[in-house]
Nanobody, 116 residues
């Protein structure tokens, strides 16, 4: 069974940067669309970014120009580089293979807090 483990979250000041990593085990990821989602307190989970097996990317409007998703199939890992972070980016960030199975396959999440 696929297991996804996020890392790289933490506390950062506005304007700072973080790089999230998602390491997969149990299944190779090269043929799957992978994504990052986030959930802020009191809000629904939203899609942040995704990347297809052939490298096409998607970003929600609020992060365009600031976040970059990438994948390293040899390492079975997906990354999210987050620059110029804003307080409204504060959330728990999850990586997922959203089309794997009826509800996708999800990691446990990593907390990102943007505050001065």
């Amino acid at each position: 069974q696929l297991q996804l483990v996020e890392s790289g979250g933490g506390l950062v000041q506005p304007g700072g940067s973080l790089r999230l990593s998602c390491a997969a085990s149990g299944l190779t990821l090269d043929v799957y669309t992978l994504g990052w989602f986030r959930q802020a307190p009191g809000k629904e989970r939203e899609g942040v970014s995704s990347i297809t097996s052939d490298g096409n990317t998607y970003y929600t409007d609020s992060v365009k120009g600031r976040f970059t998703i990438s994948r390293d199939n040899a390492k079975n890992t997906v990354y999210l580089q987050m620059n110029n972070l804003k307080p409204e980016d504060t959330a728990v960030y999850y990586c997922a293979a959203p089309y794997l199975g009826p509800g996708g396959s999800w990691g446990q999440g990593t907390q990102v807090t943007v505050s001065s």
